[in-house]
């Protein structure tokens, strides 16, 4: 299990993420010839699977193979850069020992980059950083290298120098060993080393000195020997940076150029020499059995079966769920144990993965990953052997932030509809399917427009299903900004036995700040009635009934989000109370405490990286401040202009085009999701009203229809 290693490669969309590991897959021997991933040969490379992915140029969902290098193993999943399938790159760190995080040597640091440094901050991920695109015009590592300080404020230093820059890129010095590296062959396949040429061994010693010093500032071992003179050979380097990365205090920065194939062999061999094997990390989870006790787990395959499935898709063998083994050995035709639906299970397949290629396999040890078919199951789920009820953290999933009317052209297509959007549910956390209580429009819903505009091509092209469609809808959430008392009493007598109910406290917003496992909290349900005013047996109808509520507010019939109810006192009738009466009571008593809270709209606000021309930095400010944005930074680097805001998604639709337009074809942007926040009174009343008079023009279109 020390040989074995579990990593993931992710970026910034175009940063080269699988044009590197294309080329990871040649020179280890599981391809035998590179392909481009918009290569004029129409093949594309091997991870990119999907008819889109290779129409686009991008990737949509993570594939996954496993490659041997230098008598190691390494299971590797390449995840898509592009912000709109980040839950990609989420469910996969979570499982993940280590990561690959590919950083263009032009732009350096991006918007995406950012996600994912916090993506796998939030895992605890260990990580090697791999400067790329060196050959590329432009090409800054040490500008790159800055950045990555100041934008995600890690520790991190060179262990290579480039051999040139831009055109004259031919390879990398190794700083540690004090090695120049050039890739000769076809294919760079063949590795030189050479002694380091004289005009390079001041820098060489310099970018050495540098490596050495962010070393000492967390490496006891290494700051005694610096601090004593002593001097530090190469196993003593290797060791701290192996101790440090594990231990999330440093980063490890190579260089190269994977189009050009240069410097990935020496990136292999950091993976092995820097990332942690499945031993070096600590595991733990949740017992069931005894009230969720935190409960560490042994990486080892004699213990009993703990496996979760962190990702399935549908095959045409079935199910293919992927799984990773924490503890004991999985084996075909055994029986496992689901912990989330208490059920259980025979394992008919198992493979390993290839891209789309599956080789089977017989069992899968702890610490490996692999593929299950035929077992029905979720993402998110643990399965054990049946001996202990230990249960995975789940994932983080983040909020859909656009969503879309949809229905198929046809009447007749409607089974079929209905089929494709479970599948994709059950595939994809992010992607949402929810009705229109009032329009009954069937809404999907998702990380942004790109993300939505896959799935209507994949139902499409996978199921025959061309759709109406209708304008994108930003997902608003409806809130409070003040407490709002509620004194409610609910009477109904029509004969026989009547309904009572009375209910009394308040409403309160939740703060930003306020999370619970690590997530911001959304809710909050509070008794803090004394005596027997309202009988035990009646507080979980009222707690329903304020969840009820929170599935459509009264502005806009959003979620309500950020409110908690604090229930403080009631009455009851001997006869005419029930569940139902204060259930009821409580929709009533909501609303009143909602309207008194001085109500809001929280809206998806993006943080947004336009990059142009420098002659255009004055329409690019004008732009973003049209839509409300705030700017927040703006650099400049030759040529190029580089101008960071914050924007809210709704007004966000056309950027695009407009952006052209004002740069003449030369602008680009990137966007992420950043949070929701409140929206401003001068805007809130247009929404209001404009969702008014939508709710109007639906229902006089529905009495149409009746007539």
């Not at 009375?502 to 008794?527: A, H, S």
Request: charged letters at 30%; a negative charge.
């Amino acid at each position: 299990m020390a040989l074995l290693r579990n990593i993931g490669i992710s970026a910034h969309i175009d940063s080269g993420k699988t044009t590197l590991t294309e080329r990871i897959l040649f020179f280890t021997g599981r391809i035998e010839a590179i392909h481009e991933v918009r290569g004029k040969d129409g093949v594309g490379a091997k991870m990119d699977s999907m008819d889109l992915e290779r129409e686009k140029g991008i990737t949509i969902k993570s594939a996954a193979t496993h490659v041997g290098w230098k008598g190691n193993f390494i299971n590797i999943i390449d995840t898509p850069g592009h912000v709109d399938f980040t839950i990609e790159v989420e469910r996969s760190l979570h499982v993940l020992d280590g990561a690959i995080l590919v950083v263009c040597g032009v732009s350096g640091v991006q918007s995406q980059t950012m996600t994912v440094d916090r993506q796998m901050k939030r895992y605890g991920v260990p990580r090697i950083i791999f400067i790329n695109k060196l050959d590329r015009l432009g090409a800054d590592p040490w500008k790159a290298l800055k950045n990555l300080k100041l934008k995600l404020g890690v520790n991190c230093a060179a262990v290579q120098i480039p051999l040139g820059l831009q055109q004259s890129h031919n390879g990398v010095v190794d700083i540690i060993t004090r090695e120049t590296l050039t890739f000769e062959g076809d294919n760079g396949e063949e590795v030189d080393r050479s002694e380091v040429p004289e005009r390079l061994k001041p820098i060489v010693e310099e970018k050495r000195q540098q490596l050495i010093e962010s070393l000492a500032d967390v490496d006891d071992e290494i700051a005694m020997k610096f601090l004593e003179g002593e001097e530090i050979t190469v196993p003593d380097l290797k060791a701290a940076i192996r101790r440090a990365t594990i231990g999330r205090k440093f980063i490890p920065v190579f260089m190269g150029s994977a189009f050009k194939n240069k410097g990935v062999q020496p990136l292999l061999d950091g993976v092995i020499d820097y990332l942690p094997c499945p031993l070096d990390r600590e595991i733990h989870c949740f017992d069931k059995a005894k009230d969720g006790e935190k409960v560490k787990l042994e990486i080892e395959p004699k213990l009993p079966l703990v496996a979760y499935a962190f990702k399935i898709d549908e095959h045409k063998y079935g199910q293919l769920t992927w799984l990773r083994i924490y503890q004991g050995t999985l084996k075909k035709g055994g029986q496992i144990f689901n912990v989330n639906l208490n059920s259980p299970s025979k394992v008919p397949r198992l493979a390993r993965m290839h891209a789309a290629d599956l080789e089977d396999i017989n069992e899968i040890r702890a610490g490996d990953i692999c593929a299950m078919f035929g077992v029905d199951c979720a993402s998110g789920e643990t399965f054990t052997d049946g001996s202990t009820k230990y249960q995975m953290t789940p994932m983080h999933v983040p909020e859909a932030v656009i969503s879309l009317s949809v229905e198929p052209k046809t009447k007749a297509q409607i089974q079929t509809f209905t089929r494709a959007l479970k599948r994709f549910q059950r595939e994809d956390p992010t992607f949402r399917v929810s009705k229109d209580a009032e329009t009954n429009e069937t809404l999907i819903s998702g990380m942004g427009e790109l993300h939505l505009e896959i799935y209507i091509e994949r139902m499409k092209r996978e199921y025959d299903l061309p759709l109406n469609i209708g304008k994108p809808r930003v997902n608003f959430r409806e809130t409070i900004t003040s407490d709002g008392k509620f004194d409610y009493t609910h009477k109904k007598q029509s004969g026989g036995a009547g309904q009572y109910a009375k209910i009394v406290g308040r409403l309160e917003p939740i703060n930003e700040e306020e999370v619970v496992d690590g997530q911001p909290m959304l809710r909050e349900f509070v008794n803090s009635v004394l005596g027997n005013s309202i009988p035990p047996n009646y507080i979980p109808a009222i707690e329903k009934g304020y969840e009820d509520c929170l599935e459509k507010g009264p502005l806009i019939g959003h979620p309500i989000e950020r409110v908690r109810m604090i229930l403080l006192d009631g009455a009851h009738h001997a006869v005419d109370s029930s569940e139902y009466a204060f259930r009821i009571c409580t929709h009533a008593a909501f609303r009143e405490g909602f309207m008194r809270g001085n109500p809001g709209l929280l809206e998806p606000v993006m943080s947004v990286e336009v990059t142009a021309p420098t002659e255009f930095q004055p329409s690019l400010v004008t732009l973003i401040n049209k839509r409300r944005g705030q700017v927040s930074n703006s650099t400049i680097d030759g040529t190029t202009v580089v101008v960071e805001a914050d924007v809210p998604l709704a007004l966000m639709f056309g950027f695009s085009t407009d952006l052209r337009s004002i740069t003449e074809g030369k602008g680009e942007f990137a966007m992420v999701y950043k949070n929701h926040s409140l929206v401003p009174r001068d805007r809130l009343d247009g929404i209001i009203e404009e969702y008014k008079r939508k709710a109007e023009k639906d229902a006089k279109r529905d009495a149409k229809d009746k007539w």
